[in-house]
């Protein structure tokens, strides 16, 4: 559940009804305007497997490129895996991955992009957190110890408020 900034106390649960039942939020009454999310998520691994992700060299193919499309094809299907989420027309996603082979790290930055009443936070953070589950299982056969440290909102502008999270933060 998320809390309305908009809100006099800032605590008022948008996605529940008076009775206390989950419900999706009406934005019919919103104005339309572009809008923008960027998310990551970190996948940690040994720095021996991370270096075959880097290379291309790992045994069931393409880690980066497999993982960049499925984080695409996650962010068109949010609203199918995200029960109240609205289901939105994107503008565009993309889904950036950088390797730190020495540090063991797979960083994931997903972006998405609407112009609608409602925003796109869930579906660059369902892109992030697909693509980073796509790492995983393809390196999986490699190795057991694979985890996923972090998803995380890194901002949104559009609607109401703009919002970027802290250097430090995360």
């Known amino acids: 559940m998320t809390t309305d900034p908009g809100s006099e106390s800032g605590s008022r649960l948008t996605h529940v009804d008076a009775d206390g ?17 960027r998310a990551r998520a970190t996948v940690k691994m040994l720095p021996a ?26 962010a068109k299907r949010t609203a199918e895996l995200i029960p109240l989420a609205h289901p939105l027309s994107l503008n565009f996603v993309d889904v950036e991955i950088a390797i730190d082979a020495g540090a063991g790290r797979v960083t994931i930055e997903a972006e998405a992009r609407t112009s609608g009443k409602t925003g796109v936070e869930m579906e660059a953070l369902t ?24 998803v995380v909102l890194l901002e949104k502008s559009g609607g109401r408020h703009d919002w970027k999270l802290a250097s430090g933060d995360a």
């Open 21 to 37: 039942n989950a419900r999706m939020v009406d934005v019919g009454a919103k104005a339309e305007s572009d809008r923008r999310a």
């Open 49 to 74: 497997t991370s270096e075959l992700v880097a290379r291309g060299d790992n045994p069931k193919g393409d880690v980066i490129a497999t993982a960049r499309l499925a984080g695409v094809m996650a």
């Open 127 to 150: 892109a992030a957190s697909v693509a980073a589950l796509t790492v995983y299982d393809m390196v999986k056969g490699v190795e057991r110890g694979v985890s996923i440290e972090e």
